[in-house]
T-cell receptor
Framework: KNQVEQSPQSLIILEGKNCTLQCNYTVSPFSNLRWYKQDTGRGPVSLTIMTFSENTKSNGRYTATLDADTKQSSLHITASQLSDSASYICVVSAVGAAGNKLTFGGGTRVLVKP | NAGVTQTPKFRILKIGQSMTLQCTQDMNHNYMYWYRQDPGMGLKLIYYSVGAGITDKGEVPNGYNVSRSTTEDFPLRLELAAPSQTSVYFC?????????????FGEGSRLTVL
């Protein structure tokens, strides 16, 4: 069964500090992995996409890594800002006969305090 | 572009009542989806559509129905509401499914069944 596990479930960091979120998956056959940011009361918005051949990808202060061998991804937030307070969702896509099938992680809730 | 628009944002239903969640997108996307998000859990796919006139079940379709008469609209119907359907519902759309397509989400509809 395809699964996506995220850790930690939640974390609190001080403004300006860095943090790293983890995503472990057992999705096969792997197509791609996306990180979404979900602000409170809003829908998720895509931050990055990682395909099989990519190890690192940055989007501003967000840097995602992918280790396809160990089936792990991380999202690193540098110099956190109050606006980074949100849930971050890891979504892994598996190749299927009827198109890609998505499996969502439960998310990591990040709270940035001043 | 408004993107994906969902209505209503909030609704309280009594057990056994019926209602329709509306979803409209103005991006001319072929693919549309309905997800539900329960606290601490990953989004679960209820129904999806690959184009006007074509719909298919996702992981958790029981108690729901959909229709897709136009490219733009993808309403979700709840018949005989039950407390287990208390959740936040997200409509999403994408242009490509078989390639790394990004999902564009609406802002969600919070439904409480009492």
């Amino acid at each position: 069964k395809n699964q996506v596990e995220q850790s930690p479930q939640s974390l609190i960091i001080l403004e300006g500090k860095n943090c790293t979120l983890q995503c472990n998956y057992t999705v096969s056959p792997f197509s791609n992995l996306r990180w979404y940011k979900q602000d409170t009361g809003r829908g998720p918005v895509s931050l990055t996409i990682m395909t099989f051949s990519e190890n690192t990808k940055s989007n501003g202060r967000y840097t995602a890594t992918l280790d396809a061998d160990t089936k792990q991804s991380s999202l690193h937030i540098t110099a956190s800002q109050l606006s980074d307070s949100a849930s971050y969702i890891c979504v892994v896509s598996a190749v299927g006969a009827a198109g890609n099938k998505l499996t969502f992680g439960g998310g990591t809730r990040v709270l940035v305090k001043p | 572009n408004a993107g994906v628009t969902q209505t209503p944002k909030f609704r309280i239903l009594k057990i056994g009542q019926s209602m329709t969640l509306q979803c409209t997108q103005d991006m001319n996307h072929n693919y549309m989806y309905w997800y539900r998000q329960d606290p601490g859990m990953g989004l679960k796919l209820i129904y999806y559509s690959v184009g006007a006139g074509i719909t298919d079940k996702g992981e958790v379709p029981n108690g729901y129905n959909v229709s897709r008469s136009t490219t733009e609209d993808f309403p979700l119907r709840l018949e005989l509401a039950a407390p287990s359907q208390t959740s936040v519902y997200f409509c999403a759309s994408s242009y490509l499914q078989n390639l790394p397509g990004e999902l564009f989400f609406g802002e969600g509809s919070r439904l409480t069944v009492l």
